[in-house]
T-cell receptor
Framework: GAGVSQSPRYKVTKRGQDVALRCDPI?????LYWYRQALGQGPEFLTY????????KSGLPNDRFSAERPEGSISTLTIQRTEQRDSAMYRC??????????????FGEGSRLTVL | GQQLNQSPQSMFIQEGEDVSMNCTSS?????WLWYKQDPGEGPVLLIA?????ELTSNGRLTAQFGITRKDSFLNISASIPSDVGIYFC??????????????FGKGTHLIIQP
């Protein structure tokens, strides 16, 4: 697609439920990143993929968080047994190249998660 | 983990004024970037810096990668209403290879009074 697409845009769930957030990166982009952004804060790195391989998951807060990108395109961020502190904007970003200068990330509009 | 200290936290200026914001880090970064975020949107890249000492311009924006690789600044000249938004600095430890994700500052909220 023309830009990074995320769904759902808004998700309200009850504590203890599992949620799955989807990211469709820009077509042809090799790298895909997940960030979490709290209100009034900058994006916080969670994890990223080159193609289908998860390269770094050091930013995932705990083992309730997981991500996959099985075919090297669409990615899903899953949060199990959600807690209120998981409420935030979850942003996906993609970049064209896995090698060379990086950092030129293109961000999606985000998925706003609210855990009641 | 790495922390970026971005200042000022917010700026209230008059249209036409110049703006300056900066970012410092306790760690050395190999890449510095500046993003702008409008309400309801994701951050959009403004300027990327890849070499210590590099000074790069993009229209009315100028950014520099500090010699120590621990700081960067962004200047906006002759501000206009559409400059309103939140500006984030971001640093990356690895030079290429798509390695570590970016570390973002907390943002500078720019407000322009007509």
């Amino acid at each position: 697609g023309a830009g990074v697409s995320q769904s759902p845009r808004y998700k309200v769930t009850k504590r203890g439920q599992d949620v799955a957030l989807r990211c469709d990166p820009i077509s042809g982009h090799v790298s895909l990143y997940w960030y979490r952004q709290a209100l009034g804060q900058g994006p916080e790195f969670l994890t990223y993929f080159n193609y289908e391989a998860q390269q770094d998951k050091s930013g995932l807060p705990n083992d309730r968080f997981s991500a996959e990108r099985p075919e090297g395109s669409i990615s899903t961020l899953t949060i199990q047994r959600t807690e209120q502190r998981d409420s935030a904007m979850y942003r996906c970003a993609s970049s064209l190249l896995a090698g060379g200068p990086t950092g030129e990330l293109f961000f999606g509009e985000g998925s706003r998660l609210t855990v009641l | 983990g790495q922390q970026l200290n971005q200042s000022p936290q917010s700026m209230f200026i008059q249209e036409g004024e110049d703006v300056s914001m900066n970012c410092t880090s306790s760690s050395i970064f190999n890449t510095w970037l500046w993003y702008k975020q409008d309400p309801g949107e994701g951050p959009v890249l403004l300027i990327a810096l890849y070499k210590a000492g590099e000074l790069t311009s993009n229209g009315r924006l100028t950014a520099q990668f500090g010699i120590t690789r621990k700081d960067s600044f962004l200047n906006i000249s002759a501000s206009i209403p559409s400059d309103v938004g939140i500006y984030f600095c971001a640093g990356q430890l690895a030079s290429g290879g798509g390695a570590d994700g970016l570390t973002f500052g907390k943002g500078t909220h720019l407000i322009i009074q007509p």
